[in-house]
Structure formats: C-alpha cells, structure tokens
C-alpha cells in the first residue's frame, strides 16, 4: 500500500493530472476519458473527481473478463459514499506508484542468484524498490484485489476527509458530524454534492492516517436499479452490446492489416519464402521478414493471411523435430532417475521424516501422467502499432505493459519514453497475455510500413507460438497405519522448471529458447507448489525433478495447482477406499489445522446431496486450499453414451452436477465473486474432459480449438456454488475453482466404474 502524505498527494496530482491528459489522446469509440481530461479535482493517482461530479477510477490492470475494474470501483464507492451511477473507468498506465508488490514479492526470488536470502515479504524495502524501478505492473496471481484494496480504500477515505472537511468549514459544523452518501457531503438535513466541493477539498490538509470506515455505510450494498444488481459490472453493458473495443476492434486512418508466420517451437530461423504466388492476393501490400517469422501485410487482414500462408515459408530448425513421445519420455526418465543411477531431485518441502520407513507397514504408491495445456483463449492475439517523429504507440492487451513498451522500445532501438501503451481489454488470457510475443514483430511492421498496422494472429499460429501449460509426470506414495491414517507422504513431481522459465521471458526478455537454456536443471519450488496437500500428516516430502522438453512453458489458469491437487486429491480418494473410509469424513479429519478448508468440507455435503460416496454412489469430493482461498467440490457422473443430456457428456460418462463451498475471505463483489469461481469450475471441467495437446515435428497436434475437446455449453453441468462470507482478508478467486474439479470428477468416475483415472486429461487412454 501507498504512503500517504500531504507531500505524496501533490506529486501523486500532478502525476494524475497528466495522465489525464495523456489518456485524452486515447481514439476511442466512446469518449469518457476526454471528457474528463479538464475541470477535475485530483485525489492522487487512484481516483479523480470531476466537477460534473463522476468519480473517476483508475484500473492498472488487464481486464481479461476478471471484473477487476468494477471491485477496484466499487472499494471506492462504498469508502467514498458515491453513487454507483456516477463512477467511470480510466486505464492506468505503468507507472511506479501502481507497483504490485504483493506479486513482486513471489516472483523476484525466480530471478535472485542461488543462496538469495529473501522472504516473500511485499513491505520489504528492497522488493518495493526493485518493483518500483521496473514499473512493475503486472495483473497475475489473483493479487488484483489482495494487493490494491488497501491502497485503493485508503485513497477514497483520504477522499472522503478532505470532502467532508470542505463541507464543515461551509456549514460551520465539526467535521466529525458530517458523512458521505449517494455522491453528497451531508449533515443532518444539509447536503452538498461531491462536484461543489471537489476543487476545494484538494486543498485541505490530508489525514494521517485516512480514517478508513470501521463499518461500511447503509448505502454500500445499494438497492439495485432497475434489474440491475448492486454495483452492475462496468464492463457489461459494451459487452452486451457490442461496442467493447478489442485490440482486434482499434481502427485507424491508414492503417493496413498484417498476419504472421513463425517456425516449430524451438530453435528456428527463416530460410526462404515464395513471394510469387502471394503477389496475386487482392490488397497485399509488403511482406516483411524478420530472423525467426515472416509477415504479409494487406488491405484486410483475410488477405494478409491468405498471402502469408502462399508464402510458404521454410524454416530451419535445430535438432530434430520434438513429439509428443520424446516429452514424455524425458518426464519418466527423470522420474525414474534415482532408481537407475539418476539425479535426484530437489527437495522443496519436507516435514518430519518422509523418507524413513517407507517399506514397512501398510503402504501405497500410484504414478500420474499431466498432458500439456494450451490456454486456448477465445480472442487470439492481437497488436496494433503507429509509428512516427521516432515514437511508437501500441495498442495491446497485456497482463504486463511495461514489458510490452520495454520490448517494443529494444526491438526499435529508441527509448522506452518514447513508446505509449495503450491497455485493451483481453478476451480471455488464464495467463497467456503474460507473453508480449506479438508487440516487437508489430512495432518492426510499423516502421517498415511507414503506417499503423494491425498484426493479428490467426487461431493454427496461436496454438504453434503457445507457452503450454507444462506436463508432468508425478510419484506419490503413503505410509498408512491399520485404520488408513497417513503418516508419511512423499510427492515427486517431473516437469519443467517452468516458474523460472517464465520468468527468464518477462524479466530479462529472453528468446523461449534461451530461457530454456537459462533455467535448464534448476529448481522450481512454484512447479511443485500445488501438491503442497493442506493435511496434519507428520511426515511429508515434496521433490521436484526439473526435466528439459525444449517447449516454452508458461503460466495458466491455476498454475501449479491444476495437476498438483488432481494428482493430491485423487491418491488420497484412493487411500480412503482402500481403508474402507468414507472420502469426506476421511479428508476432515486430517484438517485440524485449517478450520476454513473443513468447514467448506462440511458445508459442500448439504449442497451437493452427498451420500457417502462409496462404491457405484457417482460422487466424489476433492478440496485444496490455493492463493489464501478455500474450496470443496463434489461431483456426480454417471455412466452414460456419448451425446448424452443432461451435463457433460463424453467418451462414456456425464457429469451430471458440481457443487462447490468455497471460502474466500470477505466478499466485494457477490456477482463476479460468483462469476469467477463458476468460470474455473468451468475452466477445470475442460481440463477434466480435454483441453491439451502433445507434438509431432516441432508443432502442437491441437491447432484449433476442435482438436481440444472442450466442452460445449450443451455438455455444462448443474452448478451450485455456496460462498462463505467472512471478515477474514479478502483472497483471489480467479483460480480457486480450477483445481478440486477434475479430481473430484475422476473420484466420482472411480466411484461409478471402478476405474482410477490418473491421467489428465481423463480420457488420454480412454475410459
């Protein structure tokens, strides 16, 4: 969170007032921000008042269909006491004082030395520093709401102050007489609206510390308006009626169209094109070649395709072409190393003595197989560039801008200061706009173009240049007592070293090839966070076995959580029954050290009718605990021929219903709280189902989004969902209904068939 002082709050305005100004240049289909750019009392960097009285918010971070812009709006309404209707949106660029530290505390011991003594401590001065100086602002981790509140609701009462001061010396009343409500200042039967007294406010002194409410008003949760609910998403009403602007939306005079081609994953570089039989297309104007992609650039961006794909690029490629075997071959290997002479893995948690006593008592072990995940996002990505007098401007969709402008910046060669980023919306992401791969190709075409372009990529080139969520291979095993009581667990997970992988990209703009170099046999404590089981078991070990596929790896929607809690969840289900235990009961009583997570347990069986899920009942439960929230699922399957109604229905089954308690600490938003763990349930349904791809000669097997056997919305579910409300510190929800639904999907199939899945997706070796 932002000091707040009188000093701070000056620069912070002239900071803001800039921005305004700068956010006026925006072209935009609709006007809201120049509107706004002049008559505007500035409350520091995160909020503005305008003299019409709207309430203007500042978002730093990507809308990717999150509702982040509307929770940040509504921190600020309900400290301020606005009205709902009179609070507007403003994109906020990369700047220093919208640092996510909360995340720059978890990611920059990735790129630390080895022996880097430092704990993941958001106020520590070093990390607020070194986020500060590279402008980190990044939306990712579901830090959105957990990082800015804070600083967003100190801001609105640092607002609300300086108002209600203004007021009183009008009145002649004790400041701690009036209050806020519905966009006035009011005291008993006087009132007077934010406009009147926004330019004067700015001029009092600011209150050290804000005098944040200790009790939301009345009016925060508001009557709805017409149908609407209560604080209605922002982001709504464009998106229903189709006036949103995309990256793929931008239009400007002269600007032409240009589709990309790039080699295999890999090592590539381009050796030839046949410029002839692209010369015919209708509209080409350019084809444009850089080391590692070729581009053609038309009148329409159909027409840019067409030529690109009549090009007929060759490109080289190092070693020979990867396939799906050889990845799997090498996470088996690794996981098998240590038996045949191998290295062992590194060890990233232990507790008690996991590796004693394995072999005596009554023991189990198991072996799972992860499939790569793309992230298939609805919208592919999209990058529109104007250059002109050495400056460059972008349009983008970005979780992290100021590595799109720094990217941009280097591939021009001029100075970061002279790029402007313009924050789109995203149309989905889970992560893949983490990856500014599109921006440097896009500001190269600009230049040579001498004109804006509009560099898209088409839905085959989307999949070859995607960093895949990476596969796995993974061990675990058991040492129970004669009740089935675990007291020693050992988890060892194969895969890449994808977290540093990653941040090899984002930090130092490496090539994937060269941050597969960089990472390579590293430890990665985040590719093995997800197995971290929320269970009392006395001994517990987790390994991880960094293993090279030479495939760019990446983040994705649930992280290390969506095949760390499958493989988790679905041994313990197997212990239970093993024992005879009955799978919910089983998982509570080992939960005397996480209350919340066991409530959620107990809560989900009223929801989900649960009976028991013992042999042929078609349920299974599954529960983890990730990014400071709680969640358990049930499932019911059946068996079922394909095609089947009534819930997702394939290769033999149908889930018929998922039921999910979760605990997320104090809710701001019920809707999107609503819409984002429906959405991952939904999400983790489609990695349950499909949603992966392995690899022949360099290029993924899934090129469309066909090939990826996502469910349809025919084949959803029924699905209830139960939010604990509580006063606990708010936690991200973006991610939380990903993981607990394939294993609680496979344990209902268990259940119904017999059959232990332990792969994903379920069906990789059929059911």
Request: proline share 6%.
């Amino acid at each position: 969170m932002a000091l707040i002082t009188r000093r701070g709050l000056l620069i912070t305005a002239a900071a803001g007032t800039g921005l305004t100004v700068a956010w006026a240049l925006w072209p935009r289909r609709y006007d809201d921000a120049p509107a706004f750019a002049k008559n505007v009392a500035v409350f520091g960097a995160y909020l503005r008042i305008a003299t019409n009285g709207t309430v203007i918010v500042s978002n730093p971070h990507c809308e990717m269909g999150q509702g982040v812009g509307t929770v940040l709006a509504q921190i600020v309404a309900e400290e301020l006491g606005a009205d709902w209707r009179t609070i507007a949106l403003e994109p906020a660029p990369p700047v220093p004082i919208f640092a996510n530290n909360r995340l720059a505390s978890e990611w920059m011991p990735l790129i630390m030395p080895p022996g880097w003594d430092l704990q993941p401590d958001e106020n520590d001065i070093l990390i607020r520093r070194w986020s500060a100086m590279r402008d980190f602002v990044v939306t990712a981790g579901d830090t959105e709401v957990i990082a800015y509140e804070p600083s967003y609701r100190a801001a609105a009462a640092t607002a609300r102050s300086l108002l209600c001061q203004a007021a009183a010396d009008r009145w002649g009343a004790a400041v701690e007489e009036t209050d806020t409500r519905d966009g006035f200042v009011v005291w008993g039967n006087e009132k007077l609206r934010f406009a009147e007294l926004a330019e004067e406010a700015v001029t009092y002194n600011v209150p050290i510390p804000p005098p944040l409410r200790t009790a939301l008003p009345g009016n925060a949760r508001a009557e709805p308006i017409g149908d609407a609910p209560p604080f209605a998403r922002l982001d709504q009403p464009g998106k229903v009626d189709g006036s949103a602007t995309f990256a793929g939306d931008v239009r400007l005079p002269d600007m032409v169209y240009a589709a990309i081609r790039q080699g295999p994953v890999g090592a590539t570089s381009l050796v030839s094109v046949d410029r002839k039989p692209a010369e015919g297309v209708t509209g080409l104007i350019d084809v444009i070649k850089g080391d590692d992609w070729v581009a053609a650039a038309a009148t329409s961006w159909w027409g840019a395709d067409k030529a690109v794909r009549l090009l007929r690029p060759r490109f080289t490629h190092k070693g020979s072409g990867l396939s799906g075997e050889q990845v799997a071959e090498r996470l088996d290997k690794a996981l098998d190393g240590p038996a045949k002479g191998g290295r062992s893995g590194y060890r990233m948690f232990a507790r008690g003595e996991a590796d004693a006593g394995f072999g005596q008592g009554k023991g189990m072990a198991a072996r799972y197989a992860i499939a790569a995940a793309p992230h298939a996002t609805l919208e592919t990505g999209a990058v529109t560039a104007r250059f002109g007098d050495n400056r460059l401007e972008i349009w983008v969709a970005s979780q992290a801008s100021q590595v799109a402008r720094r990217r941009a910046a280097n591939a021009l060669g001029i100075s970061e200061a002279n790029v402007q980023i313009y924050p789109m919306p995203a149309g989905g992401s889970f992560d893949r706009r983490l990856d500014d791969d599109l921006v440097a190709p896009a500001a190269i075409l600009a230049r040579d173009l001498r004109r804006p372009v509009q560099l898209m990529r088409s839905r085959m080139e989307e999949s070859v240049r995607d960093p895949v969520r990476t596969p796995a291979a993974a061990r675990i095993a058991a040492l129970t007592d004669t009740e089935a009581n675990i007291k020693a667990l050992s988890i060892k997970i194969a895969c890449p070293p994808s977290a540093r992988e990653f941040a090899q990209r984002l930090f130092n703009d490496a090539h994937p090839v060269e941050a597969i170099e960089a990472s390579s046999g590293e430890a990665d404590r985040m590719a093995v966070a997800g197995a971290m089981v929320p269970y009392d078991i006395p001994d517990l070990a987790i390994d991880h076995y960094p293993v090279r596929i030479d495939v760019p790896t990446g983040r994705w929607r649930g992280n290390a959580a969506s095949y760390g809690v499958f493989v988790t969840e679905t041994f313990i289900d197997e212990l239970a029954s093993r024992g005879r235990r009955e799978p919910l009961s089983y998982r509570v009583q080992m939960l005397a050290q996480n209350i919340r997570l066991a409530n959620c347990l107990t809560r989900v069986a009223g929801l989900g009718e649960w009976d028991g899920g013992m042999d042929n009942s078609g349920q299974g439960v599954a529960c983890c605990s990730w990014n400071g929230a709680h969640i358990a699922v049930i499932a019911s399957a059946s068996r079922a021929s394909v095609g089947a109604e009534g819930g997702a229905a394939r290769g033999g089954f149908r889930v018929e219903r998922l039921s999910a308690v979760v605990d997320a600490g104090r809710i701001i938003n019920h809707d999107i709280a609503l819409q984002q763990i429906e959405g991952g349930m939904i999400f983790g349904l489609a990695m349950a189902m499909g949603c992966a791809t392995g690899w022949t000669d360099g290029y993924p097997d899934a090129r469309a989004l066909r090939d990826l056997s996502l469910p349809l919305l025919a084949d959803i579910p029924e699905i209830r969902v139960d939010l604990i409300e509580s006063q606990e510190p708010p936690a991200g929800l973006g991610e939380i209904g990903v993981p607990a639904v394939a294993p609680a999907i496979a344990n209902a199939l268990a259940s119904a068939t017999g059959l232990r899945l332990r792969q994903l997706p379920l069906l990789s070796g059929g059911l």
